[in-house]
T-cell receptor, first 116, second 117 residues
Framework: AQTVTQSQPEMSVQEAETVTLSCTYD???????LFWYKQPPSRQMILVIR??????QNATENRFSVNFQKAAKSFSLKISDSQLGDTAMYFC?????????????FGTGTRLQVTL | GAVVSQHPSWVICKSGTSVKIECRSL??????MFWYRQFPKQSLMLMAT?????????EQGVEKDKFLINHASLTLSTLTVTSAHPEDSSFYIC?????????????FGQGTRLTVV
């Protein structure tokens, strides 16, 4: 079984600043997928970024990037130039290679507040 | 992107009654859909895998007789909370991935807030 741990229940960052959200996971799988999902107050889950475990290069999507350390089983999310619209709950999630991207194990979430 | 729609968005029911929640993939076919439960300020927990044309697969600890899942077509899965009690009050979310996105992204419904009074 997989576990995903997010050790930061809440984070706060000022607009335009950079913030890093932490995530660690545990698995015996050799290949898998890692995701960061955003859940704004509307509660609609939105994909932020995705990483395939067999790819060494860290994924990047505009202002969002990850630091994937496979040996350490660490998958942190960096948000650059934070915007008020980034205020949301952020979940780190894991999917096995044999499953689908919809069958996810989620972390407990980090509530991010972007302030003026 | 693909669209998954849930209905209703919220529902209030009396204790002891049953409630049905629908999850539809609007622009793709989904042989498999997933149901999650989210308690207030907590994470999403996978409840079950809904399989088109066959029985659902439930996660450990989830009562299959309490949470009935039916996946009668390639675009519709339903979750029925039977004999609901206040402790079943929660936010229920479904997800699915189109065939071409099986390993890339989950598409989520907007969720259903269930309140049992």
């Amino acid at each position: 079984a997989q576990t995903v741990t997010q050790s930061q229940p809440e984070m706060s960052v000022q607009e335009a600043e950079t913030v890093t959200l932490s995530c660690t996971y545990d698995t015996s799988e050799s290949n898998y997928y890692l995701f960061w999902y955003k859940q704004p107050p509307s509660r609609q889950m939105i994909l932020v970024i995705r990483q395939e475990a067999y790819k060494q290069q860290n994924a990047t999507e505009n202002r969002f990037s990850v630091n994937f350390q496979k040996a350490a089983k660490s998958f942190s999310l960096k948000i650059s130039d934070s915007q008020l619209g980034d205020t949301a709950m952020y979940f780190c999630a894991f999917a096995t290679d044999t499953g689908t991207a919809s069958k996810l194990t989620f972390g407990t979430g980090t509530r991010l507040q972007v302030t003026l | 992107g693909a669209v998954v729609s849930q209905h209703p968005s919220w529902v209030i029911c009396k204790s002891g009654t049953s409630v049905k929640i629908e999850c539809r993939s609007l622009d793709f076919q989904a042989t498999t859909m997933f149901w999650y439960r989210q308690f207030p300020k907590q994470s999403l927990m996978l409840m079950a895998t809904s399989n088109e044309g066959s029985k659902a697969t439930y996660e450990q600890g989830v009562e299959k007789d309490k949470f009935l899942i039916n996946h009668a077509s390639l675009t519709l899965s339903t979750l029925t909370v039977t004999s609901a009690h206040p402790e079943d009050s929660s936010f229920y979310i479904c997800s699915a991935s189109p065939h071409g996105h099986l390993n890339t992204e989950a598409f989520f419904g907007q969720g259903t807030r269930l309140t049992v009074v």
